[in-house]
T-cell receptor
């Protein structure tokens, strides 16, 4: 069963705009991670946020976590064509050390 | 540079045949995972290993097996391939179970006719 569900499934924006994608999950978690997947490639880790953190930054990435709503958001600021990819959230639930992935958001940056 | 490699990258096989997908990592990570990726399902865990001679079933393990005879390799075997196993398969490794990032291979696209 899927732990994380991303929203929207697909997003197209102009280069330079900000992109926001959301992830909802079902059970209590230890941490939540975001990954990027370029077409035909493997997933690449972007950022990890722990359950006791509310916000984390890494370069142009900003991740928030709301454990009361069981949701997270990934914001990419000043988007670039190279940001075109699919983005997945993954959760590690309490008592379960394996990562469970969502279905992903496909982001297209229009030059 | 340390890396994780999968082979073959593409394979076409027939229903009922045995297929083995190789995964080799040079990071000396104890933890290795196999996922399959299908449209609408995201990535689903097939099998995983936390060290040599350790193997565990994941969410969708039926029809698959793994063995771990050394730290570097975790081959995935489809005992009798079925059309439902047509998918893209990803191997991943990590240093610490679940508390850090996964490092993924480039994937193996398997088609079962």
């Amino acid at each position: 069963s899927q732990q994380g569900e991303e929203d929207p499934q697909a997003l197209s924006i102009q280069e330079g705009e900000n992109a926001t994608m959301n992830c909802s999950y079902k059970t209590s978690i230890n941490n939540l991670q975001w990954y990027r997947q370029n077409s035909g490639r493997g997933l690449v880790h972007l950022i990890l946020i722990r359950s006791n953190e509310r916000e984390k930054h890494s370069g142009r990435l900003r991740v928030t976590l709301d454990t009361s709503k069981k949701s997270s958001s990934l914001l990419i600021t000043a988007s670039r064509a190279a940001d075109t990819a699919s983005y997945f959230c993954a959760t590690e639930a309490f008592g379960n050390e394996k990562l469970t992935f969502g279905t992903g958001t496909r982001l297209t940056i229009i030059p | 540079d340390a890396e994780i490699t999968q082979s073959p990258r593409h394979k076409i096989t027939e229903t009922g045949r045995q297929v083995t997908l190789a995964c080799h990592q040079t990071w000396n990570h104890n933890n290795m995972f196999w996922y399959r990726q299908d449209l609408g399902h995201g990535l689903r865990l097939i099998h995983y290993s936390y060290g040599v001679h350790d193997t565990n079933k994941g969410e969708v393990s039926d029809g698959y097996s793994v063995s771990r005879s050394n730290t570097e390799d975790l081959p995935l075997t489809l005992e009798s391939a079925a059309s439902s196993q047509t998918s893209v398969y990803f191997c991943a490794s990590s240093i610490v179970p679940g508390t850090g990032e996964l490092f993924f291979g480039e994937g193996s696209r398997l088609t079962v006719l």
